[in-house]
């Protein structure tokens, strides 16, 4: 038998921040599946496919070996690509990467292994509607897309990137656009999840409730 805590929101939404924190304090194993698509983005640009490549993109994601540590640490094929994955060159594009039908089946097929007889917390956007429907939380983070578009341009700032608050904004704008339209998986609420609005709340305070919810359903 295994838990499971699903997470949705947006970009900047806090689900990173949020999941992580949860899954110390309940001992559960903390699966980021927007870090999948970065890394089949990466991977795409490393050895300098375009979009328009489909079949070679869907190829990259049925062999692709990710590895997430309890640390933090991603690794892909083996290397360490923790940082890299959060480049503005990849966040440009992995919306759009994540939209191929073929390479959502392939990562959904992925997650669903990675939860098997497991606990977890998974963060994405179609966790609590198509990954696991049945999970037994489901939350869907929200936040206004200026303060989630702050929150990211700050996080950035500190990893030394260098951006402006508008590019960062545009960014995230055009990737809400996008994922809330796919064919499959698109980011919704779902009917049973439960929604937490973070724009004035510090993450300690939406940690608290979200333990809160957890604490309930256990
Ligand atoms: O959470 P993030 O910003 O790291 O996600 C990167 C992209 O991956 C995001 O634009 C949408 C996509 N994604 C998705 O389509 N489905 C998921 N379960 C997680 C992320």
Redesign the pocket.
């Given at each position: 038998m295994s838990f499971i805590v699903a997470i949705?929101?947006?970009?900047?939404s806090g689900?990173?921040t949020v999941a992580k924190k949860i899954s110390e304090l309940f001992g559960l194993l903390n699966i980021?599946?927007?870090?999948?698509?970065?890394c089949i983005?990466l991977e795409m640009i490393n050895q300098k496919i375009n979009l328009e490549e489909i079949q070679k993109i869907i190829d990259i994601s049925k062999n692709i070996d990710i590895d997430m540590k309890e640390n933090g640490t991603i690794l892909l094929n083996g290397k360490d690509v923790t940082k890299e994955?959060?480049s503005k060159e990849v966040?440009g594009l992995?919306?759009q990467?994540?939209?191929i039908t073929e390479v959502?089946l392939n990562?959904?097929n992925l997650?669903r292994k990675m939860a098997e007889n497991k606990n977890v917390i998974?963060?994405?956007?179609?966790?609590t509607t198509?990954?696991f429907p049945n999970a037994d939380v489901k939350i869907y983070l929200d936040a206004s897309v200026e303060e989630r578009a702050k929150r990211r341009f700050l996080e950035m700032q500190e990893k030394g990137i260098t951006t402006t608050f508008d590019e960062v904004l545009e960014n995230i704008k055009k990737?809400d656009e996008?994922?809330r339209h796919?064919e499959i998986?698109s980011?919704m609420i779902a009917p049973d999840a439960a929604v937490v609005d973070t724009t004035n709340y510090s993450i300690d305070e939406v940690v608290n409730k979200i333990s809160n919810i957890i604490k309930e359903k256990k």
């Open positions: 949705d929101g947006p970009a900047g689900k990173g980021d599946t927007g870090a999948m698509y970065r983005t994955i959060r966040s992995v919306s990467v994540s939209s959502r990562m959904v997650q998974m963060e994405g956007r179609d966790i198509y990954v990737r996008n994922d796919k998986g980011l």
